[in-house]
């Protein structure tokens, strides 16, 4: 990144600190020009009285008000140089002491010494503004420290979801190439068995409280080939037609769909005869395709609310079309016999 990319930044980051705001001009003249009246008024009505009456009374003579105010001008006109000459010192080393002609070497100097409540509001400004940068760049780094925690366990997840899903590929292969070497004779409810069963393991939520089913076109009706946490009595009794329940929806809409948070009382499609016998919160379903036509229906339920994601759509695909494949090869095998 070059100077002028650190530069930009650094004007962003700066553009959303709050700044401390400059004291305008006709603000500072109008409160010392009020301050000095008020000064005055006090000086002449009240402090200049006072001080005559007291030392007419000590040395029984006349004091005016005038003379009065030029003693107090004078004494705070002493003290002010003195005060002044004292800090020109203590702030500068290279100051010296004394007039042109006579001048001193500086032994006051102070190097931890500030001029003045004024100067120090000013360092006090810079340091206010400094730290809210800093703050500002601070919180802006914690924001962007919780994004890549969050990319990193969304990426960590996506990895041990591929990681999953290569060993099952692996196995599904595996057992189809045993299965035909032996010439097992029941090799396709077998392979649909242990599909769904590495099906299950690749969704990114928990697992624990999910459930698959195969559904199989029979005709003009879906009915349940294959199963994994599925009571029996659904398995065998459900049966549904084209947009009929979630099943027959997804059939007759014909590409995925994913449903989380089920409303019993609401929707139709898990209503009456459609209402399942163990009641779940989120479902997904896949067609199974081929040249348009559909040869069945893998559905997976949760029992939780928002079960299911679009990256769960992507992982399932792959078993979905192994399923196709199985029960396509099935019908083919049929027809030959």
């Given amino acids: 990144m070059s100077d002028r990319d650190h530069t930009h930044d650094h004007e962003e980051l700066n553009s959303d600190v709050p700044q401390t705001q400059k004291y305008p001009w006709y603000k500072w003249l109008l409160c010392y020009g009020t301050a000095l009246l008020v000064s005055l008024f006090i000086l002449h009505l009240v402090v200049a009285p006072g001080i005559s009456e007291i030392l007419s009374y000590l040395t029984e003579g006349e004091f005016s008000k005038k003379e009065i105010i030029g003693y107090i001008g004078g004494v705070f006109l002493v003290l002010y140089m003195g005060k002044y000459f004292g800090d020109s010192w203590r702030a500068n080393e290279l100051q010296e002491i004394g007039t042109a002609v006579t001048n ?34 601070l919180q802006k780094a914690k924001e962007q420290n919780n994004e890549y925690v969050d990319l990193l366990q969304r990426t960590e997840s996506k990895l041990r979801v591929q990681l999953r ?6 196995r599904i292969i595996d ?3 045993y299965l035909t070497k ?25 697992l624990s409280d999910k459930s698959i089913s195969l559904f199989e076109v029979v005709g003009e009706k879906l009915k349940i080939r294959e199963y994994v946490r599925i009571g029996a009595e659904s398995a065998y009794k459900r049966s549904f037609a084209k947009g009929e329940g979630f099943a027959g929806y997804v059939w007759e809409k014909g590409e995925p769909v994913i449903k989380n948070n ?45 079960g299911f994601s679009e990256e769960d759509l992507k992982a399932v695909q792959f078993y979905a079309n192994i399923c196709t494949y199985l029960l396509l090869c099935d019908k083919i095998e049929v027809m030959r016999v």
């Avoid at 899903?165 to 692996?170: E, L, V």
């Avoid at 009382?265 to 997904?284: C, L, T, V």
């Fill in 175 to 177: 057992s189809l190439i």
């Fill in 182 to 206: 032996i010439n097992h004779g029941d090799i396709v409810n077998r392979m649909l068995k242990d599909t769904l069963e590495e099906c299950i393991t690749v969704l990114h939520r928990d």
């Fill in 104 to 137: 001193f070497r500086n032994p006051f100097y102070d190097p931890n010494f500030e001029k003045g409540p004024f100067r120090l509001q000013v360092k006090y400004n810079e340091l206010l503004t400094q730290f809210n940068v800093q703050r500002s760049l």
């Fill in 262 to 306: 089920i409303d019993y009382e609401e929707d139709e499609m898990f209503k009456g005869a459609n209402k399942p016998n163990h009641e779940f919160y989120s479902i997904m379903g896949l067609p199974l395709v081929v040249d348009g036509q559909t040869y069945g229906i893998l559905c997976l339920q949760s029992e939780s609310k928002e």
């Fill in 165 to 170: 899903h290569h060993d099952n590929a692996n």
